[in-house]
C-alpha cells in the first residue's frame, strides 16, 4: 500500500483501453441499467447506486479489478488528517468473510495494491484470467466495502507502520520542501495537508472515529467499480450484480464538500534547513481544476517550460549549470489545484542565481508566445503518452481512478481532445492568465501598490460536459495469447547471424499493434575493463545524446512523434536499449536506435550536463539511509579489489570519479568495445517479421567488435557475518540490511525448495512469515521482505532481505528477525502454507509472462544463456511437485541467522537519547537501597 507523495504525468494522463463486445444487445440482470458506452468502456449503475465500468481485452490472459472510493484527504475533518489512508491500510486487515486479505492475495498470484491521495482512494488486482479468480476478487471487494474488520488490535500496531511511512517522506528534503510550500499556499483547502496527515493524527485516532469514517465514505453509492482484461462481459455484469447487489443503498447522505481556496494576494515564502548535500528551490500556482478546459493547456505549458532537452527552464536552469535538473508537474484534481515546479541546485552553484532564473523565465511565459514547434513536441509527447496507455488494459484501473475522482471517468477523452486542439496563442493565455507573482508561494513579501491577481474559475457542470460524449473509434483487440512456456517456444523463432548477434523473434497480434524489443550488447573482459566502470555507464547514457546526423532534442522529437518509448543503459560489460511501440513506427524506431549505437558524436556540452545530472543524483543520496545502507551491503557481500568492472565504489568514490573522468574516456571506451558480434536481440509483438530480419541482419550484424568479449565470472567468498551501523543525523527512518552469499547456481536440486522458502518467508504480498510478523502484527516496518538468488552460470547466490524502521524500534525488529529465523529453522512450513504458496507463486509467474515487456526482456535474457523457456517450465513443474520436507530441510540447510551481515543506517544517537528520556528516573541505576 502506498500514498502517492509524488504523481507523474503518467499517472495523470491515464486512459483506457477500448474493449470490444457490450452488453447493448443483450438483457441485462435486473436492478443493472446501461449508463453509457465510450471507446470500448461501457458504464453501468446498480440500484445501490454503485457504477460499474467494464472493459474487455482478451488479448492478455488476465483480469484487473478496481474499486475506487471517492474519499480521500480532502474529505478529513479536524484532527482527522491522515484517516483516509490510514483506513486504507487498516482494509487489507481482513473482513468477515476473508479474514487473512494477503494470504489470499498472495495464493492467487495477484499483482495488488492500494491507493490514497486528495480525492480519491483505490483498491486492485491483476490476476491470472480465470473465472475462479474473478468470483474471489469480486466476493472480497464487496465485502471489505461494508464487512472490514477495523479492529482496535490492528489499531494499535498499523498507525506505527503508517507512521513509519509518514517518516519515510519526512527523510526526503525535497518532498518536505514541495509540502512546505503547498501548505503555505493552501491557507483552507486540505489540497494543502499531506495525504498521508500530521504524525499526531495519526498517533491518537480513536478507533471508534475511524469505523464512522469508514461507515460514511465505504458504501456503494459512493464507489466505482472497474473490472478490465480478458472478460465475458455478460457473465461480469452478472457476477457484480451478485456480489454487490445485495448490498443496501446507505440511508445517509454525503454532504459535498464546499471549501474554497480564496484568491491568494501576494507571494509567500518558505524556508527548509536540513541535513543534505543538495539545495533546491520549488514554486507553486493555484490551477484550475482537473475538468476545466484550461488543465489540458496547463499540461501543455507545463511540458513547454520543463521537457528535456528543449524546456525552457532545461535551457535556463540545466543548460547554463545554474542548477543540476529541474522538473514540473499538475495534478488533474476535483477541486482547482496546482502547479509546481522544482530545481536542484547543487553545493557548488548559487541558490539565488538558480531561484532568479526559475522565477524570471515562469514571468516571462506569461509575455513571450511559444513557438509552434514547442507546442507541437509538447502535445505530441502528451499525445504519445495517452496512447502508449491505451495498448494495456492492466494500467486501467489505476490510472482511470485519478479521472473518477476529478469528476467523471469520460474526463480523460475530453483531455486528449482539448491537448489536440491547443495553440501556441492558449498557452500563451494560460500562462498570462496563472503564472503571476501574486499567485504563486515561493519567496518573502514584496509590497504591490497595483497587484495583479488571478481569479481562478469555478470548476464546470462536469456531468453537463460529458453527456453525450461518443469518443471515437475503439482500437482492435489483440489475440487471445496462451502465455504457457511451451506455446511461448513454439511460436518463438530464434537463430544467429553469422558470427554475429542472436535473435528471438515472437510475432503475435496485439492492442494497438503494440511491440516491445530488447537489445543488449556485450563486451571487454576483467583485465580491459580494469578501472573503466564510470566512463562505461557514461558511454551508455551519451549514446542517444547526438549522432552524424541528428541532435539529442531531434532524436527524443523523432522518438515522440512515431509514439515510441525507448530507453538506453548500460555499465559494466553491457549496454541496453529498450524499445515501447506500435508495428508501423517499429522499423523508422530501430532506424533511430542503430543511428546512435553506430554513430554517436557525444556532444561536450551533453558530456557535461550529464555529469552534473549524475553529480547531483549521488550527492542527494550520501545522507539518505536506505541509499547508504544498500550501498555499503553491496560493497561488504562483493569485496572485489578496487578498479575491478565488480567493484562497488562509494558515493565519494562515485562523485571523485564522475568529475576526473574525461569526454576523451568515453570516445575511447566506446572504440574499444561497442559492436554487436555478442549482441542479443529480442521482439514481442506485432511486427513485420520480413522487414525486422533484413534491419538487423544489414543495420546491426555487420558491425564488428573491435575486441573479443569474454564474460566475467564470478567467484563464491565466504563473508564474515557482523554488523555495521552508520550515524545519520536527523533522518526520521533507519534502513536494515542483511544477507549473506550461498554456494549455489540455479540448477542446484535444492534451488527450488529454497525459491519457495523464501517466497513464504519473506515475499507474498504482506503474509510472508517476515510481514505478518514485523509490520502486521508488531507494526515496527512500513516494507520488510526478502529474496534469494543464485546465477545461471556461476555457484553464487545470496539470501537478503531488508527492512525499513524507527531507529527506536531498532532493538523489536532485531529480535522479531532472529525469531522468525530461528521458527522457520525449527518448525518449518505447514502443507497448507505450502499449498498457498504455490498456487500464488506460479499464477504471479504467468502474469510475469502477459506483460510484453517482460517476456522480451525473458527472451533476449534466456538468449545469452541458450536456454528455451522450457527451463521455466521445468522450474515451475519442480516447484510444484515440492513436498513439504524438501522444502523444510533445504530452509534448516541455507537459513542461518548467525551468517548475516547486517548493514543498519539511520539517527541512532538521537533515537538512544528518546529511550533514554522515556525511561523513569533511577531506572538506569537500578533500587535504591534503604
Do not use: C
Not at 499517472?11 to 449508463?35: F, M
Not at 480521500?72 to 479536524?78: C, D, I, L
Amino acid at each position: 500500500m502506498r500514498t502517492l507523495l509524488t504523481i507523474t504525468r503518467l499517472l495523470l494522463l491515464a486512459v483506457l483501453l477500448p474493449g470490444t463486445t457490450s452488453l447493448l444487445a443483450q438483457s441485462l440482470p435486473e436492478g443493472v441499467t446501461k449508463v453509457t458506452s465510450v471507446e470500448g468502456i461501457t458504464e453501468y449503475q446498480l440500484k445501490n447506486g454503485l457504477r460499474v465500468l467494464l472493459f474487455p481485452d482478451p488479448s492478455k490472459p488476465t483480469i484487473t479489478v478496481n474499486i475506487t472510493y471517492l474519499v480521500g484527504s480532502r474529505h478529513e475533518g479536524y484532527g482527522e488528517s491522515g484517516m483516509a489512508h490510514l483506513l486504507e491500510h487498516m482494509v487489507f486487515k481482513g473482513s468477515t468473510k476473508h479474514p487473512n486479505i494477503p494470504q489470499e492475495l498472495t495464493e492467487h498470484g495477484s499483482r495488488p495494491n492500494g491507493t490514497t491521495w486528495y480525492d480519491r482512494t483505490n483498491y486492485f488486482e491483476t490476476f491470472s484470467a480465470t473465472d475462479e479468480n474473478l468470483k474471489w476478487a469480486l466476493d472480497l471487494e464487496a465485502d471489505r466495502m461494508l464487512n472490514s474488520f477495523i479492529k482496535a488490535e490492528d489499531l494499535a500496531t498499523e498507525f506505527s507502520v503508517v507512521r513509519n511511512e509518514f517518516e519515510m517522506g519526512e527523510n526526503s528534503p525535497q518532498y518536505v520542501l514541495m509540502e512546505r510550500i503547498l501548505s503555505s499556499a493552501y491557507l483552507w483547502h486540505n489540497y494543502g495537508k499531506s495525504t498521508i496527515g500530521s504524525r499526531e493524527d495519526i498517533e491518537r485516532v480513536p478507533i471508534d472515529n475511524l469505523r464512522a469514517f469508514y461507515k460514511k465514505f465505504y458504501q456503494p453509492d459512493n464507489a466505482i467499480l472497474l473490472v478490465a482484461g480478458k472478460i465475458d462481459e455478460a457473465k461480469t455484469i452478472q457476477l457484480v450484480q451478485e456480489h454487490f447487489g445485495s448490498i443496501p443503498r446507505p440511508e445517509r447522505q454525503l454532504a459535498k464538500t464546499y471549501t474554497v481556496e480564496p484568491t491568494q494576494d501576494g507571494e509567500r515564502f518558505v524556508s527548509l534547513r536540513r541535513v543534505g548535500d543538495t539545495q533546491g528551490v520549488g514554486v507553486a500556482y493555484h490551477t484550475p481544476a482537473g475538468a476545466h478546459p484550461d488543465y489540458a493547456t496547463l499540461d501543455v505549458l507545463m511540458d513547454v517550460l520543463t521537457n528535456e532537452p528543449s524546456g525552457r527552464l532545461y535551457k535556463a536552469l540545466v543548460e547554463s549549470k545554474k542548477a543540476a535538473f529541474q522538473y514540473g508537474w499538475t495534478p488533474a484534481l476535483h477541486d482547482p489545484g496546482f502547479a509546481y515546479f522544482y530545481a536542484e541546485v547543487r553545493k557548488e552553484q548559487s541558490l539565488d542565481s538558480a531561484r532568479t532564473a526559475l522565477l524570471s523565465t515562469l514571468d516571462a511565459a506569461a509575455k513571450k508566445v511559444p513557438t509552434a514547434e514547442e507546442v507541437e513536441r509538447a502535445k505530441t509527447k502528451l499525445l504519445t503518452d495517452i496512447e502508449t496507455l491505451f495498448r494495456s488494459s492492466d494500467r486501467v484501473g489505476l490510472n482511470l481512478s485519478e479521472w473518477m475522482a476529478a469528476g467523471d471517468w469520460r474526463l480523460v477523452f475530453l483531455y486528449r481532445d482539448r491537448i489536440r486542439k491547443v495553440t501556441p496563442a492558449d498557452v500563451q493565455r494560460v500562462a498570462a492568465a496563472y503564472l503571476k507573482p501574486s499567485n504563486r508561494t515561493v519567496g518573502t513579501f514584496i509590497p504591490d501598490q497595483t497587484p495583479d491577481r488571478a481569479e481562478i474559475p469555478e470548476k464546470p457542470d462536469v456531468m453537463a460536459m460529458v453527456k453525450e460524449y461518443k469518443g471515437e473509434k475503439a482500437l482492435a483487440a489483440g489475440e487471445a495469447f496462451d502465455v504457457t512456456p511451451a506455446n511461448i517456444d513454439a511460436r518463438t523463432k530464434r537463430g544467429q547471424e553469422p558470427k554475429s548477434l542472436k535473435y528471438a523473434l515472437l510475432p503475435k497480434s496485439t492492442r494497438g499493434n503494440s511491440v516491445n524489443a530488447q537489445l543488449t550488447l556485450r563486451f571487454g573482459d576483467d583485465k580491459t575493463l580494469m578501472n573503466r566502470a564510470t566512463a562505461a555507464s557514461f558511454t551508455a547514457a551519451m549514446l542517444e545524446r547526438g549522432t552524424k546526423t541528428r541532435t539529442y532534442q531531434q532524436i527524443r522529437d523523432e522518438f515522440d512523434k512515431l509514439k515510441a518509448r525507448v530507453y538506453t543503459y548500460g555499465g559494466g560489460q553491457t549496454a541496453g536499449v529498450s524499445v515501447e511501440t506500435s508495428k508501423d513506427n517499429l522499423p523508422a524506431v530501430m532506424k533511430i536506435v542503430t543511428d546512435y549505437l553506430k554513430n554517436p558524436t557525444f556532444p561536450e556540452a551533453e558530456f557535461e550536463k550529464l555529469k552534473q545530472e549524475r553529480l547531483a543524483g549521488i550527492e542527494a543520496q550520501k545522507q539518505e539511509p536506505d541509499a547508504i545502507a544498500f550501498n555499503l551491503s553491496q560493497r561488504t557481500l562483493n569485496p572485489y579489489p578496487k578498479g575491478h568492472p565488480m567493484y562497488v565504489m562509494t558515493f565519494d568514490e562515485q562523485i571523485e570519479a564522475i568529475k576526473n573522468l574525461k569526454l576523451d574516456e568515453v570516445k575511447q571506451f566506446y572504440k574499444d568495445f561497442y559492436g554487436a558480434d555478442n549482441a542479443t536481440v529480442a521482439v514481442v509483438g506485432d511486427f513485420d517479421e520480413a522487414s525486422l530480419r533484413t534491419m538487423l541482419k544489414t543495420d546491426l550484424a555487420r558491425w564488428k567488435s573491435p575486441k573479443p568479449y569474454t564474460r566475467i565470472a564470478q567467484s563464491y567468498q565466504e563473508i564474515k557475518p557482523g554488523t555495521q551501523s552508520v550515524q545519520t543525523a536527523d533522518k526520521a527512518n533507519a534502513t536494515y540490511v542483511a544477507g549473506y552469499k550461498i554456494a549455489m547456481r540455479d540448477d542446484d536440486p535444492d534451488y527450488p525448495a529454497l525459491v519457495l522458502g523464501n517466497y513464504m518467508f519473506g515475499g507474498g504480498f504482506l503474509n510472508s512469515r517476515l510481514a505478518t510478523r514485523i509490520r502486521q502484527k508488531e507494526g515496527i516496518s512500513y516494507g520488510v521482505g526478502s529474496q534469494v538468488s543464485a546465477d545461471p552460470r556461476d555457484k553464487v547466490g545470496s539470501f537478503m532481505t531488508y527492512a525499513i524502521y524507527n531507529p527506536e524500534n531498532a532493538e523489536k525488529l532485531e529480535k522479531a528477525y532472529q525469531e522468525e529465523f530461528e521458527r522457520v529453522v525449527k518448525e518449518g512450513f505447514s502443507p497448507e502454507e505450502i499449498k498457498a504458496a504455490k498456487s500464488g507463486w506460479l499464477q504471479s509467474r504467468q502474469v510475469t509472462r502477459s506483460q510484453d515487456g517482460s517476456l522480451a526482456s525473458r527472451l533476449n535474457y534466456f538468449l545469452d544463456l541458450n536456454r528455451m523457456m522450457v527451463w521455466d517450465a521445468d522450474l515451475e513443474k519442480k516447484i510444484e511437485s515440492l513436498t513439504p520436507d524438501q522444502i523444510n530441510a533445504a530452509m534448516k540447510k541455507y537459513m542461518d541467522y548467525s551468517k548475516l551481515v547486517v548493514i543498519k543506517a539511520g539517527d541512532f544517537e538521537k533515537a538512544a537519547k528518546k529511550i533514554a528520556e522515556k525511561q523513569p528516573a533511577g531506572a538506569a541505576g537500578g533500587a535504591k537501597k534503604q
